[in-house]
Antibody, heavy 125, light 110 residues
Framework: EVQLVQSGAEVKKPGESLKISCKGS????????IGWVRQMPGKGLEWMGI????????RYSPSFQGQVTISADKSISTAYLQWSSLKASDTAIYYC??????????????????WGQGTMVTISS | QSALTQPASVSGSPGQSITISCIGT?????????VSWYQQHPGKAPKLMIF???KRPSGISNRFSGSKSGNTASLTISGLQAEDEADYYC??????????FGGGTKLTVL
């Protein structure tokens, strides 16, 4: 079974750093893009960026460029989303997601078929 | 990139059909046949319902269909069922490897 399993909920203070993870299983991790999507409390979905673990090609949404870092460790089939200095406005659920067959090219992803369960990140002083 | 525009809410009775619109621009919806639709129940991860405008992933009911005209994409749900009550989001490829989501529509089954 193809699965994305995300790390657990986090509670942090403003200014702290954080790295959350998304582990893929049941498929060739290096052959599919992985994307990150933010959902702020009571709000809609926002595309943050994607990474191709095979060669670590990364594309960021202009809205998130410089605000977060996307990475992957293909040796353990895990993608990451990290912050160096958290803000209260980073409070949200973060989903990782993978396109299905035919839903991506070398240029990027067109749709996400497999989703992680989400990681709730709470930033509060 | 601005978010795609969706109605905040729609409603329908069981058995009826409803349509959710998704208005974009000539830079996203209008330029690509790459609109996807997601269903999200409270507290759950989104679920892909439609991709490439009108294709259904395996296991998705044919009660769900997608279409596009100009800069507007639409999701139609026919034979409305109680379990269809959820939030629905459209998403379009917008060039330069980017995606843009709509603001979401809450579907209420009366």
């Amino acid at each position: 079974e193809v699965q994305l399993v995300q790390s657990g909920a986090e509670v942090k203070k403003p200014g702290e750093s954080l790295k959350i993870s998304c582990k893929g299983s049941g498929y060739s991790f290096t052959s599919y893009w992985i994307g990150w999507v933010r959902q702020m409390p009571g709000k809609g979905l926002e595309w943050m960026g994607i990474i191709y673990p095979g060669d670590s090609d990364i594309r960021y949404s202009p809205s998130f460029q410089g605000q977060v870092t996307i990475s992957a460790d293909k040796s353990i089939s895990t993608a990451y989303l990290q912050w160096s200095s958290l803000k209260a406005s980073d409070t949200a659920i973060y989903y990782c997601a993978r396109p299905g067959a035919g839903m991506a090219t070398s240029e990027g992803v067109f749709a996400f078929d497999i989703w992680g369960q989400g990681t709730m990140v709470t930033i509060s002083s | 990139q601005s978010a795609l525009t969706q109605p905040a809410s729609v409603s329908g009775s069981p058995g009826q059909s409803i349509t959710i619109s998704c208005i974009g621009t000539s830079s996203d919806v209008g330029s690509y046949n790459l609109v996807s639709w997601y269903q999200q129940h409270p507290g759950k991860a989104p679920k892909l319902m439609i991709f490439e405008g009108n294709k259904r992933p395996s296991g998705i009911s044919n009660r769900f269909s997608g279409s596009k005209s100009g800069n507007t994409a639409s999701l139609t749900i026919s034979g409305l069922q109680a379990e269809d009550e959820a939030d629905y989001y459209c998403c379009s490829y917008a060039g330069s490897s980017s995606l843009v989501f709509g603001g979401g529509t809450k579907l209420t089954v009366l």
